[in-house]
């Protein structure tokens, strides 16, 4: 019997209407629209608007759509893993109410917060409940409603979140196709320069806390640079080794939309020219776990059975790591 393999069979995304451009946070904060896109490659981002409306709502809109372009009902769905920086509650997990809003009354469900790499850690964690023959149908979605935790006024962050959400449905493969190689890291010494000050365990939310907005995400933005720059293209030039692929052999590189200048130095690392990299900071910004999945869904109808891509990512943590996948299918 062939090795069983997971596959990625279906992907599908989803953004909300709201488009916030540079020329809106010009009126918002003190930058300006040749700032913006020169330092992030960045010119409109979507924000989630609405009362009570949050994560789950994006990621569920995703699920749906996917479930309908495969043809198949939530209630066959076995596992569904969410990756989320911004849950919808502490607990219960976000998973479990997207599993509740789109009726896959069959699976269980939990979350993977591992900040921007979070979608790469989900899909090889599983990757593995398919290669033991567990299950057949994992749906693994990515989403974040960074707006929700996002000072308005801290012009070095405001400018590079946007909220969105992208759903991968991975099914069992024997003919050598799907997730063939994974490189996964952590440094957890990072968490000093990413991070929410307050909220969690260690710094409840108080009067205080709120006065002094430490609720947003806080970044110290050129050493995360610094080091998202050395390691998302040396984990990415290491899974191309480990299976001995060129830069001929690579169609695609699908990274993390953080930075545009980090993107560059990783396709640059691993010898790609720009025509390979998949891009769509320039519209969405950094939708955290969402970017990777969304790239997935705009470049579908470009990707064709037996593609070498590498899913390529760097978070807080820090977090970091690349995905060797082949693509099962050709898009119909």
């Not at 996002?150 to 969105?164: H, K, P």
């Not at 930075?259 to 998949?278: F, P, Q, W, Y």
């Not at 969402?290 to 990512?313: M, R, V």
């Not at 807080?316 to 995905?323: L, Q």
Request: hydrophobic letters at 40%; charged letters at 20%.
């Amino acid at each position: 019997m062939n090795k069983i393999t997971a596959a990625i069979t279906c992907v599908q995304g989803y953004v909300p209407d709201y488009i916030l451009t540079n020329k809106e946070l010009e009126t918002m904060v003190d930058t300006t629209d040749e700032w913006i896109l020169s330092r992030t490659g960045i010119n409109e981002r979507r924000i989630l608007k609405g009362e009570g409306k949050g994560t789950s709502d994006m990621a569920a809109e995703a699920v749906m759509a996917l479930c309908a372009k495969r043809g198949i009902s939530p209630d066959e769905i076995e596992l569904l893993i969410c990756a989320t920086a911004t849950p919808d509650m502490m607990f219960p997990a976000t998973a479990n109410v997207i599993c509740d809003k789109v009726g896959a009354k069959n699976a269980f469900s939990y979350d993977i917060m591992a900040a921007c790499s979070g979608f790469l850690y989900s899909i090889v964690t599983a990757s593995k409940f398919i290669e033991t023959g567990q299950y057949k149908k994992v749906v693994v979605v990515g989403a974040d409603k960074m707006s929700s935790i996002i000072d308005y006024t801290d012009r070095a962050t405001c400018v590079i979140f946007g909220d969105g959400a992208g759903a991968v449905l991975l099914e069992p493969n024997t003919d050598g196709l799907g997730i063939m190689d994974s490189v996964l890291k952590s440094d957890g010494s990072g968490r000093h320069f990413l991070h929410q000050k307050a909220g969690g365990s260690a710094k409840p939310a108080s009067h205080q806390t709120v006065d002094a907005r430490e609720h947003y995400v806080y970044q110290e933005g050129q050493t995360v640079f610094k080091f998202a720059v050395v390691n998302m293209a040396e984990v990415s030039a290491e899974v191309m080794e480990r299976n001995h692929l060129t830069a001929d052999d690579i169609a695609w590189l699908v990274p993390h939309q953080a930075n545009k200048r980090i993107i560059d130095a990783t396709a640059k690392r691993m010898g790609l020219s720009s025509e390979k990299v998949m891009l769509n900071i320039q519209k969405f910004g950094n939708t955290t776990n969402g970017t990777i999945p969304l790239c997935l869904w705009e470049w579908e109808n470009k990707l064709h059975k037996g593609d070498n891509l590498i899913l390529s990512a760097f978070g807080g943590g820090f977090t970091w790591g690349a995905v060797y996948i082949k693509w099962a299918y050709d898009t119909k």
